[in-house]
Every structure is written in structure tokens, then in C-alpha cells.
């Protein structure tokens, strides 16, 4: 089996309250949809990550805590709490993770939503959908759909927050792009993105030739971050008051944290 750095992030998550058809619920606090959908599995994801994801013996081989905090060089959990920081203790209203994740970040997330809060996760695969249902507790404040993260569905300005952890690297150019146009476009005024992912690391740093040889093989998509800041991918329209980078581990993972005008 393959193993290299694209499992800390999933496609899908989880809800306690996952119905068998159709594979999306929405609780009484999810924001207005256009309508419901049911989204196809992309192409690119079928034959790049098939092996991290789409198959159902990946599950089982990267949902253990160790492994993935072995792909990330011991950061696992330094990352989720640099993302989980800027979300804050208690929040309120409606939080967003687009795409899920291996490992603990999301019920750590759900501990940290306000008890009138929402948090709601996207994702486009049912396998992984199932999967991180198993590691949540029944609890009204979440809510799963199946979407494709390029057209969420959902009304404008409907979040105060927006989550993607590990997902970008994992994108062709045009699917990247159009992520992120959905993700500012269902924020709210004067809310935020966090976005945690590769970076190109700094000259000095040891991995830096071995993880841009391991990435060309099993990440075809990644280097674009090595090449391009993150907020070159946002639509031309999308104004942020502020923005603020991070880099970890010798240059090699990025914190981005933008918030939108209110």
C-alpha cells in the first residue's frame, strides 16, 4: 500500500445523524441550501487518491492516530492546534470544515462549537462520510453533507468560520480555485478561513528535496503551493481586512488566516 503525505486529510465527515439515502442531513441549524445534492466523486480524486481515500481498505489503513502523525514528521497534533486556536474555545454560530481529516481534529472541533452553535462538514466520498461518523457522538450541533467543495450549495454569507486542513494540496489548479471562491463566498462579513497545508520549505531544511521527490510521485498537485502563496487563489473579488501566515516545522506547513471585511 502506498503511504506518503496525503493522508491527514480525508473526503468526508461526520455526523452522528448520517441517514442511508439519501447520504446527506442537514439539522435544524444548517444554513439554507439551493437545493439538496448528491455530489459525483471527481475524476482526479478516483485515480490520484484512490489508494488515500476512495477505497475502502484506505480507512482502515490511515484512520490510526500514529500513522498520521508519522506523515506529518511528529506535527499532527501541533497543526490541529494551531487550526483549532484560531477557531476558539466555545464558538458560536456556524462553523464549516471542507473536507474531513484522519485522526481527532474534528471531534476536537465539535468540543469547541457553542452549545447553540452548528458545526456542519462536507465532503464528497460516502466512505469517508461513514468514517468519521464512527468517531463523533450523537449530538444535534453537527451536521454531514455530501457535497463536492467546488459547488457547496449553500446560501451566501452563511458561516462565521471556514476549516480546510491538508485539502488544497490535494487539488488541481481549476478544483483549488473554485474551493476557495465557495469557501468566501458562504462566509460571512467579518468572518474567517483557516487554512493549514504544505509550503515550500525553507533552503536549509533537510526534507525539503526528499519531500519535493515524494510529493511529484504521490502528490501531483501539491507543488503548487511550493510555487504560489494561497491567497493567489482566491477569485480577484475576494477582499480580506487582514491576513496572517504562519509557517511550521522548518517551512514546511503554513497556517493561512484571513477574515473578511465586515
Known amino acids: 500500500m502506498p503511504a506518503g503525505p ?118 464528497v466520498l460516502p466512505v469517508q462520510l461513514e468514517n468519521l461518523r464512527a468517531k463523533l457522538p450523537p449530538d444535534e450541533r453537527v451536521a454531514l453533507f455530501q457535497r463536492d467543495s467546488s459547488a457547496l450549495g449553500f446560501a451566501d454569507a452563511s458561516y462565521e468560520r471556514v476549516l480546510l486542513f491538508f485539502l488544497l494540496h490535494e487539488m488541481p489548479d481549476d478544483v483549488r480555485r473554485a474551493t476557495l471562491a465557495e469557501a468566501y463566498r458562504v462566509l460571512k462579513p467579518g468572518g474567517k478561513i483557516v487554512l493549514v497545508d504544505y509550503h515550500r520549505p525553507n533552503r536549509s531544511n533537510p526534507l525539503r528535496r526528499p519531500m519535493q521527490a515524494l510529493l511529484r510521485r504521490l502528490e501531483p498537485f501539491a507543488e503548487d503551493l511550493w510555487q504560489h502563496e494561497l491567497t493567489d487563489f482566491f477569485p480577484a473579488e475576494a477582499k480580506f481586512a487582514s491576513v496572517r501566515k504562519e509557517l511550521y516545522f522548518g517551512g514546511l506547513y503554513q497556517k493561512v488566516v484571513m477574515e473578511r471585511p465586515a
Open 6 to 123: 496525503a493522508a491527514p486529510r480525508v473526503a468526508s465527515c461526520v455526523t452522528t445523524h448520517l441517514p442511508a439515502h439519501p447520504p446527506e442531513y442537514a439539522s435544524a441549524r444548517a444554513p439554507a441550501a439551493a437545493a439538496p445534492l448528491q455530489a459525483a466523486v471527481p475524476a482526479y480524486l478516483e485515480q490520484v487518491y484512490w489508494w488515500a481515500y476512495v477505497h475502502p481498505n484506505a480507512v482502515r489503513v490511515f484512520e490510526r492516530p500514529w500513522l498520521v502523525n508519522l506523515i506529518l514528521f511528529g506535527n499532527y497534533t501541533r497543526l490541529c492546534d494551531a487550526a483549532l486556536g484560531e477557531i476558539g474555545a466555545d464558538a458560536a454560530g456556524a462553523t464549516l470544515q471542507i473536507a474531513c481529516v484522519y485522526g481527532e481534529l474534528t471531534p476536537r472541533l465539535l468540543r469547541q462549537i457553542a452549545s447553540d452553535g452548528a458545526l456542519h462538514v462536507v465532503d
